[in-house]
C-alpha cells in the first residue's frame, strides 16, 4: 500500500503596505495555493500616515485570514533611505529615495529577515513581471570551471524583471537593482493585470483598501512638502536666477532645493521686459555659486542632452566576465525618469571583472529633463530590465 505525502505550501511573506495594490497581491497569492502571512513594514514616516496605514493592513489580514506582523526597519530605513536622499540634496543631485527603498529594504532587510523565519519568498504589489528562462552555465560564469567538465549541459536559472501590463503603472523603473539572489526569492502578482482589474478583484472580495486612493509622492513624507522637509537639514541661501543667456531674472532661496526641468518652483521674480515670454524651466545648477539657470519654453535646448556618464551600475549578472578589464557596450531601450517612454540608446560600460568602473548612456535623439542623481534604466526591446545607473 503506497503512502501518500502532501507537498507542503510554499510560504510567502507579503509586504501589505494599506493600500490596494498589496491587498490584492496578498489574495492572489493565497488563490494559486501559497502559505501567504502579511507584513507591515514599520519605516520612517514624518505625518503620522504609517499608523493609519498600519491598521488598513491589519484590517486586510484579517479579512483574508492570514497571519498578520510588523517588522520595525525605522531606524534602518532613516539610515539608509532618509540620509541617502538629503545627502544628495545637499550634494546638488535630485536623489531618487524609493530605488534605495526597494534595494536597501523592501528586497534587502525584509527579504533577509522573511528567509530566517522560513519563507520561500516574499511579494509586494508592484506592478511588474518576473520572468524565468534557462541558460547554459558557462554563459553566467565565462569559462566553465573544470570542476563542472562532466556537467556541459548544466542548465542555471535565470531571472529577469519585464516591464508590467499595465504601462501607465509599471514600476520596474524603480527594480533595476534587484540581484539573481533576490529576484529568485521574490514575486510580483500584478505583473499580468491592470489597475483596472486590482480595483475590481478588491470590490468583489470586499477589502476594506478597495476604495482607498493611491499614496502619491515620497512615501515617508506624507503630506509634507519636500522642500519643507528639506530646510530642516539644508540651510536657505538666497541667490540669482538667472536665464541661460545670463540675464537676472529673480532670486531663489537656495540651489539645492530645485530639480532639472522643473516648471512650477518658488523663486522671488524681477519685473521682466517684454509681454511674451515663456514659461521658465529648470535647465541648470550652479552650486559653487548658488545659481539657478532657467531656460524659456519646455523646448529649449538647454533643458535637453544627447548623453549622461552613469556610477553604480548594475546590470543582470550574466552578461559579466572574469576578464581583467572589458567593455560591455550593447543597443538599448531606456528611460531616465519615471513613467518616461522608453528611447533608444546604447550603452558602454567598463568592468574589472565583476567590478564596474565607469559608464555612459548614449541617445539617440536629445532626451530633456535629465537630472543628475536620478536613475538611467536599460530595458531589450520586448522590455526585459536589463540593469540602469545613477546619473552623474
Known amino acids: 500500500m503506497s503512502r501518500i505525502v502532501e507537498r507542503k505550501k510554499e510560504k510567502v511573506f507579503v509586504g501589505l503596505s494599506g493600500g490596494v495594490d498589496s491587498s490584492v497581491a496578498a489574495y492572489l497569492l493565497i488563490e494559486q495555493g501559497y502559505d501567504v502571512v502579511g507584513v507591515f513594514l514599520r519605516c520612517y514616516n514624518i505625518d503620522g500616515c504609517a499608523e493609519r496605514d498600519a491598521e488598513d493592513a491589519r484590517r486586510v489580514a484579517e479579512h483574508l485570514n492570514i497571519p498578520f506582523y510588523v517588522f520595525d526597519f ?6 539608509r533611505v532618509v540620509d541617502y536622499m538629503i545627502d544628495g540634496y545637499k550634494a546638488g543631485l535630485t536623489p531618487n529615495p524609493d530605488v534605495m527603498c526597494n534595494k536597501e529594504i523592501k528586497f534587502g532587510l525584509f527579504l533577509e529577515r522573511a528567509l530566517k523565519l522560513g519563507a520561500d519568498y516574499v511579494a509586494t504589489g508592484h506592478y511588474v513581471r518576473l520572468v524565468r528562462f534557462n541558460i547554459p552555465f558557462q554563459s553566467v560564469s565565462g569559462a566553465t570551471p573544470k570542476s563542472y567538465s562532466s556537467q556541459k549541459h548544466q542548465i542555471l536559472p535565470h531571472f529577469s524583471l519585464q516591464i508590467a501590463e499595465d504601462k501607465n503603472k509599471d514600476q520596474s523603473y524603480f527594480l533595476w537593482t ?4 533576490q529576484l529568485k526569492h521574490s514575486l510580483f502578482p500584478l505583473g499580468d493585470i491592470t489597475k483596472p482589474e486590482v480595483r475590481v478583484i478588491a470590490k468583489k472580495i470586499g477589502l476594506p483598501t478597495a476604495e482607498k486612493k493611491d499614496s502619491q509622492g515620497v512615501c515617508f513624507l506624507g503630506m509634507v512638502d519636500m522642500k519643507d ?4 537639514f539644508i540651510k536657505e541661501e538666497r541667490g540669482e536666477v538667472r536665464t541661460i543667456n545670463e540675464e537676472l531674472v529673480g532670486y531663489h532661496k537656495g540651489v539645492r532645493f530645485y530639480t532639472i526641468g522643473q516648471r512650477h518652483f518658488d523663486i522671488e521674480l524681477l519685473p521682466i521686459k517684454g509681454n511674451n515670454r515663456k514659461p521658465f524651466y529648470i535647465a541648470k545648477k550652479d552650486i559653487k555659486n548658488n545659481i539657478l539657470y532657467v531656460a524659456e519654453g519646455s523646448g529649449h535646448e538647454a533643458l535637453t542632452k544627447n548623453e549622461v556618464d552613469l556610477t553604480g551600475v548594475f546590470i543582470n549578472e550574466s552578461l559579466l566576465r572574469k576578464e581583467k578589464e572589458y567593455t ?4 538599448v531601450k531606456a528611460r531616465v525618469r519615471y513613467r518616461q517612454p522608453l528611447f533608444d540608446a546604447s550603452v558602454s560600460l567598463v568592468y574589472h571583472g ?3 568602473i565607469s559608464g555612459k548612456l548614449l541617445f539617440n535623439a ?3 529633463f535629465v537630472a543628475e542623481g536620478q536613475s538611467a534604466v536599460f530595458y531589450q526591446n520586448d522590455g526585459t530590465l536589463v540593469g540602469g545607473g545613477i546619473i552623474v
Not at 534587484?178 to 539572489?181: G, V, Y
Not at 560591455?328 to 543597443?331: A, G, P, T
Open 229 to 232: 522637509f528639506l530646510t530642516t
Open 354 to 356: 565583476s567590478e564596474f
Open 366 to 368: 536629445p532626451q530633456k
Open 328 to 331: 560591455i557596450e550593447f543597443l
Open 74 to 79: 525605522e531606524e534602518e530605513y532613516k539610515r
Open 178 to 181: 534587484l540581484t539573481q539572489d
